[in-house]
């Protein structure tokens, strides 16, 4: 007889418990050096307000981690400005004013969708910051009344994860303690254990339950059977109090519900959790500690020294208050009362040197550094266009792998499934017929994106000076230059508004009227060159003037100019 689902679903979770307490205790100290409010590994640690950076004398960790943060939220998604872009594979549809003007009116809806929601507080509090200290993260998204999309950070510790044979991750289970009262709210009197409902009868309100939420793929799902969805969502309670059948909640999702960022993985396909700045940094940060308690400890010494006294003075009073006196016995001339270790007084500029050195190397571990590297410049010389340019550049050496991966895991399924709330939602009108049936892709454009692209823009940009400088001795070389398809590759390089570019259509047509009215004034400047010539030719004969003009300008020219036929008339 098959085990019931509940109980195989609690085996699992056991499972996945047991091989994430390899990371739990290297997350445990990293948390206490970093992140003291990041993390939950007890049930205890639930709404708890005592102290919990008590090892945390010496705040520059701190300090880097959310510069850091800052640094990844303002360069990777932004509030204040566009980040993300939708586009087509195809260039010759995104030509299109209609298909530009649809991706536009889309891009700033869900652009408003997103700043409505709480994501970017998720992000600037939990994930960034997570994912910098423990390498890994976790944030539920579900469906809002209020701001149609909602996210729910999860604190590391209190969840667990799994990959598929992709090595994305698709499963995800946590223990959420719950009292009695949020059960029955939560689930209905009637699907909560007889247990909790006794309790609830009796106005037990606030006794606590281990609750298991579990999300992973839908072993029944068909896609043929309408409703039916890729991933289930189960609640359960986990001590089932004789009920080993009785669920909660039982649903579903359409695409997976979790954003699971990872900073690095050693193998993509087997890993899980992945590693971190955190990790790289958490020696010096136990060091830094330690060195800042020695500096206090060699200052007391200096300043409140231990002393040696003469075995007479046992009895006497000992004052060490400044401006006061002490009684020496007679036969004790000649002694005194003096520190029984001395210090070199350079002793705390020594450890000082070395907390600044362990400082410099934490700031590094998380590249405060580099986003900090323009502000902390104090030379007096002004910065250059190209040194910044390439500064950006050196900085995407080191960030961009990471960019490429906070991409992958936690931008795409974000945008993906916003994107899919508007269309459930029928907040915009039917795409036009070109787009209809196609499939989109998201082109990024943030500050950090653009940065990446940089290489690309340098490299144009010195190109076309020199095809600019070398025109000058060789005109032609002008020729080479496609100046459209410079202008539009640039435009996308650097996420430019689709708006400021012209149609090529547009474009084309505006470049014939102009042509046209050039031919026009180029054969006015003519005519009136010609006929200016023939007026200053007194002594040419009244035929060859008139067959001039019309060599010149045509018949009407030559009526223009003023020459006629013989007999008045004008010529034909």
Not at 198 to 203: A, C, E, H, I, T
Request: with cysteine; aromatic share 8%; hydrophobic share 40%.
């Amino acid at each position: 007889m098959p085990e019931p689902l509940k109980q195989l679903l609690t085996q699992r979770y056991s499972q996945l418990w047991t091989d994430q307490s390899t990371w739990r205790d290297h997350w445990q100290q990293i948390a206490e050096q970093q992140q003291p409010r990041r993390a939950r590994f007890y049930d205890k640690d639930a709404n708890k307000g005592d102290k919990r950076n008590a090892k945390i004398v010496n705040n520059t960790p701190l300090i880097a981690m959310r510069v850091a943060a800052a640094g990844m939220m303002a360069g990777i998604t932004s509030p204040a400005r566009q980040w993300f872009r939708l586009t087509h594979p195809d260039p010759d549809l995104l030509k299109s004013s209609k298909v530009r003007a649809y991706l536009f009116r889309r891009e700033a809806l869900m652009t408003n969708i997103i700043a409505k929601s709480n994501i970017y507080n998720a992000l600037a509090g939990a994930v960034y910051p997570d994912t910098l200290a423990f390498g890994t993260h976790a944030t539920f998204f579900e469906e809002d009344t209020e701001s149609i999309v909602r996210f729910y950070p999860q604190a590391i510790g209190e969840y667990v994860l799994s990959t598929s044979n992709r090595g994305v991750i698709d499963t995800l289970g946590r223990d959420v303690p719950m009292t009695t009262r949020q059960l029955v709210q939560s689930f209905g009197l009637k699907n909560v254990s007889g247990v909790v409902k006794d309790q609830y009868d009796k106005g037990i309100y606030d006794q606590l339950h281990r609750v298991i939420h579990f999300v992973h793929p839908n072993e029944d799902y068909n896609p043929k059977v309408l409703g039916s969805k890729k991933w289930a969502s189960r609640w359960f309670e986990k001590n089932d109090y004789g009920e080993p059948d009785k669920f909660l909640r039982q649903s579903g999702y359409g695409r997976f519900p979790v954003l699971a960022p990872r900073w690095a993985l050693t193998n993509s396909v087997s890993d899980v959790y992945g590693f971190s700045p955190g990790m790289d940094a958490l020696g010096d940060c136990k060091e830094l500690q330690h060195l800042e308690k020695r500096k206090a400890t060699i200052v007391d010494k200096i300043s409140d020294p231990t002393l040696a006294i003469p075995e007479d003075m046992r009895n006497q009073r000992i004052s060490l208050v400044p401006g006061d006196h002490v009684l020496v016995p007679r036969t004790a001339q000649g002694q005194r009362i003096e520190p029984i270790q001395s210090l070199a007084p350079g002793a705390p500029t020594a450890v000082q040197d070395l907390i600044d050195r362990v400082e410099q190397r934490v700031a590094k571990a998380f590249y405060a550094d580099l986003w900090l590297q323009i502000i902390n410049d104090d030379r007096t010389q002004p910065r250059t266009a190209r040194e910044i340019a390439e500064r950006h550049e050196e900085k995407m050496l080191q960030l961009g792998p990471v960019v490429q991966r906070a991409e992958d895991e936690l931008l795409d399924p974000l945008i993906d499934y916003v994107y899919e709330r508007v269309d459930e939602l029928g907040l915009q009108e039917d795409p036009p017929k070109e787009l209809q049936g196609q499939a989109l892709g998201i082109e990024y454009i943030s500050v950090m994106a653009q940065a990446q692209r940089l290489v690309n823009v340098s490299s144009t940009e010195r190109f076309v000076s020199f095809a600019l400088g070398f025109a000058q001795a060789k005109p032609e070389a002008l020729d080479k230059l496609d100046a459209d398809a410079i202008v539009e590759d640039m435009g996308v390089i650097l996420g430019v508004n689709p708006r400021y570019i012209v149609d090529q259509d547009v474009v084309d047509e505006q470049r014939a009227q102009r042509a046209k009215q050039n031919q026009a004034a180029q054969q006015g400047e003519a005519m009136l060159k010609a006929a200016k010539g023939a007026k200053d030719a007194s002594s040419t004969e009244p035929d060859k003037i008139a067959a001039l003009a019309q060599m010149m300008g045509g018949q009407a020219g030559a009526a223009q100019a003023g020459f006629t036929q013989p007999g008045g008339m004008p010529m034909q």
